[in-house]
C-alpha cells in the first residue's frame, strides 16, 4: 500500500470535513460558541496522541479576524460550521532586496464561506486572512498536520509587512 503524502491527506480530510460539516457539528456543545471579546476564540477539540494532527473550533465575534498570516509549514483544512467568513487568500513575493526585511504579497482569492463549504492550505500557498464581517457569530473548525502552537504574522508597515512570531493558545 502506497504511503499517503500531506497533500493526499489534506484532500481527504477536506473531503470528509465537506461530507460532515454543518451547523449541528458546532451547536454540540453551545457554550463553546461564545468568542471572547477582545480577538477570535481557538478551542482545542481533539489532539491525536501521536502528534499526527490535532482539530481546533474557532468562534468569530462580529467584526473579529486574524492579521495575514501562515500555519508555519503545516497544512490545514478548515470548514465553516455557523455563519459566514470571508477568506482572503496571498501570494508572497520574492523577498526584498533592499535590506528594509518587509515582505510583499499579493491577494490573489477572495472567498466568502459560508456553513459546509471547505478550504484546504498547504505550504507554500497558505498566506491568509479570515474575517467574520457580519453581527452574527461564525465558527470554524480547523484540522491541522500538527499541533499550531505558533504561526508566522505580517503586520502592514509602510509600503510592505513586517514579519512577527505570534504564540497560540487555546481558549477555555
Given amino acids: 500500500m502506497p504511503a499517503t503524502n500531506d497533500t493526499d491527506r489534506r484532500e481527504q480530510v477536506r473531503a470528509a470535513l465537506a461530507e460532515q460539516i454543518g451547523i449541528e457539528t458546532c451547536l454540540q456543545h453551545p457554550d463553546t460558541l461564545e468568542a471572547p471579546a477582545a480577538s477570535y476564540g481557538r478551542r482545542l477539540l481533539y489532539r491525536d496522541p501521536g502528534g499526527a ?61 459560508g456553513i459546509g463549504e471547505t478550504e484546504a492550505l498547504i505550504p507554500p500557498f497558505d498566506y491568509h486572512t479570515i474575517h467574520n464581517h457580519h453581527d452574527k457569530t461564525a465558527a470554524t473548525i480547523h484540522v491541522y498536520g500538527g499541533d499550531l502552537t505558533e504561526c508566522n504574522i505580517f503586520l502592514p508597515e509602510g509600503s510592505g509587512y513586517r514579519q512577527e512570531v505570534m504564540p497560540l493558545a487555546y481558549s477555555d
Fill in 53 to 113: 494532527f490535532t482539530v481546533v473550533l474557532m468562534i468569530w465575534g462580529g467584526g473579529q479576524g486574524t492579521p495575514l498570516h501562515d500555519h508555519a509549514g503545516l497544512w490545514v483544512v478548515e470548514a465553516v460550521c455557523l455563519g459566514t467568513i470571508t477568506v482572503e487568500s496571498y501570494k508572497r513575493k520574492p523577498a526584498r532586496a533592499d535590506g528594509s526585511g518587509l515582505h510583499d504579497f499579493d491577494k490573489v482569492l477572495t472567498v466568502e464561506a
